[in-house]
C-alpha cells in the first residue's frame, strides 16, 4: 500500500509569490489532515478535511491559506501571498475513519526568501 | 487550548542505558499517540493508547496512559544507536475532534 505522498519536498520562494502543495493520501482514506512545524515550534494542526468537506478549519492561520480537496481524493494548500513567517514544513497526514491513527507524508519543507 | 508538555527535550545516552521521556497536560485525552520522526521524513506511528492505565511494549520500548488519561510516558530499556531519533507524542482531545496536538519532541540520541 502506498503512503501518503506529499509534492514538492521542497519549495523556496520569495515573498508575496504563491505557493500551492499537494497531498495524496492513502487510497480509501476519507480524512486528511493538514499540520505544519515552524522553527523551535511544536507540529500545529491546520485543518481536517472529511472527503471532500472542510470538517474542521480552526487551525488555518489567515486568509492567506486555501485548501481544496475537490473530488475527495488529493488535496492542495495554497499560500497567497507567502510571508516570512509562513517558512516551516508542512505535514499531511490521513486516515481511514475518524479517531483512527494518522500517517504521515513526508512534508514540504517550504521556505520564504 | 489544548498544550501537550513533552520532557526532556534534548537527551543523549550511552548505549545501553535506560531512559523515560514525560509527556503531561492539563487536559483530557481520548487517545494519545507516539511518534518517531527521522529527518527529512514524517512521523511514523509507534504506538496508540487509549484506556486510562494502559500499558502497550514494543520489543524495548514500553508505552504507558496515566489513569486521569492526561499524561504519557515513553520507556526505552538498553537502548540502541538505531533508537536515535525524535520522538513526539501527540494527542487525540476529547473535545477536539479527532485533530492531533503534538508535543515539542524529544531528540534522542544513543552514543555507541
Known amino acids: 500500500e502506498a503512503g501518503v505522498t506529499q509534492f514538492p519536498s521542497h519549495s523556496v520562494i520569495e515573498k508575496g509569490q504563491t505557493v500551492t502543495l499537494r497531498c495524496d493520501p492513502i487510497?480509501?482514506?476519507?480524512?486528511l489532515y493538514w499540520y505544519r512545524r515552524v522553527m523551535g515550534k511544536e507540529i500545529k494542526f491546520l485543518l481536517h478535511?472529511?472527503?471532500?468537506?472542510?470538517?474542521?478549519e480552526s487551525g488555518m492561520p489567515n486568509n492567506r491559506f486555501l485548501a481544496e480537496r475537490t473530488g475527495g481524493t488529493y488535496s492542495t494548500l495554497k499560500v497567497q501571498p507567502a510571508e516570512l513567517e509562513d517558512s516551516g514544513v508542512y505535514f499531511c497526514?490521513?486516515?481511514?475513519?475518524?479517531?483512527?491513527?494518522?500517517?504521515f507524508g513526508d512534508g514540504t519543507r517550504l521556505s520564504i526568501l | 487550548t489544548q498544550l501537550l508538555e513533552q520532557s526532556p527535550q534534548f537527551l543523549s545516552i550511552q548505549e545501553g542505558e535506560n531512559l523515560t521521556v514525560y509527556c503531561n497536560s492539563s487536559?483530557?485525552?481520548?487517545?494519545l499517540q507516539w511518534y518517531r520522526q527521522e529527518p527529512g521524513e514524517g512521523p511514523v506511528l509507534l504506538v496508540t493508547?487509549?484506556?486510562?492505565?494502559e500499558v502497550k511494549k514494543l520489543k524495548r520500548l514500553t508505552f504507558q496512559f496515566g489513569d486521569a488519561r492526561k499524561d504519557s510516558s515513553l520507556h526505552i530499556t538498553a537502548a540502541q544507536p538505531g533508537d536515535t531519533g525524535l520522538y513526539l507524542c501527540?494527542?487525540?482531545?476529547?473535545?477536539?475532534?479527532?485533530?492531533?496536538?503534538f508535543g515539542e519532541g524529544t531528540q534522542l540520541t544513543v552514543n555507541p
Open positions: 497526514a490521513s486516515s481511514p475513519r475518524l479517531s483512527a491513527p494518522q500517517h
Open positions: 487510497s480509501g482514506h476519507d480524512n
Open positions: 478535511f472529511v472527503k471532500e468537506s472542510k470538517q474542521d
Open positions: 487536559s483530557v485525552f481520548s487517545s
Open positions: 493508547v487509549v484506556t486510562g492505565g
Open positions: 501527540a494527542g487525540d482531545g476529547e473535545t477536539s475532534g479527532s485533530r492531533l496536538t
